[in-house]
Nanobody, 115 residues
């Protein structure tokens, strides 16, 4: 079982990035999927969650209105569209899959917002 994130990088304040998380050797369609982030010296925090069907989403207050989580179950992938980025969004972003007692993490992708 593997989750592989991609799409991170360096972006200027006000810019956008789109993160992807691909499931490998398992099917994500039954899993609630989430994005977390961890900035240096801070605890890991939940950024956004999407239900298994995509019918329900939830966001941290700090990203609501700027970030959008979505999923493409046939292609076993989850996305995080991040707009209007600020330096406070700088962190390692992790993908998470959760279903019953099953809980899987990706290796993380670095997002740096700086001029």
């Amino acid at each position: 079982v593997q989750l592989v994130e991609s799409g991170g990088g360096l972006v200027q304040p006000g810019g956008s990035l789109r993160l992807s998380c691909a499931g490998s050797r398992f099917t994500i369609s039954t899993y609630a999927m989430s994005w977390y982030r961890q900035a240096p010296g801070k605890e890991r925090e939940l950024v956004a969650t999407i239900s298994s069907t995509g019918g329900s989403t939830d966001y941290a207050r700090s990203v609501k209105g700027r970030f959008t989580i979505s999923r493409d179950n046939p292609n076993n992938t989850v996305f995080l569209q991040m707009n209007s980025l600020t330096p406070e969004d700088t962190a390692v972003y992790y993908c998470n899959a959760r279903w019953s007692w099953r809980n899987f993490w990706g290796q993380g992708t670095q997002v740096t917002v700086s001029s």
